[in-house]
């Protein structure tokens, strides 16, 4: 085996690697992504009913 071959499959090898560790943050990336849009909506449904339960308090 020539020192080009296994200079190539070196650097195919890293590819491979750079590869599935793009995808693998991409997915994660978006996981998180959806969970923390789901997490802001359930807080903001906790802030619009505590406004709720203030504004009855000074009403009342």
């Not at 994660?28 to 903001?44: P, Y």
């Not at 619009?48 to 009403?59: N, V």
Request: no cysteine; net charge positive; charged share 25%.
């Amino acid at each position: 085996m020539d020192w080009g071959s296994i200079i190539f499959q070196l650097l195919m090898f890293a590819f491979l690697i750079a590869l599935a560790s793009a995808v693998f943050f991409a997915v994660k990336s978006l996981v998180m992504r959806r969970s923390s849009e789901s997490s802001a909506a359930q807080i903001e449904k906790k802030l619009d009913r505590i406004i709720e339960l203030l504004e009855k308090q000074s009403k009342g």
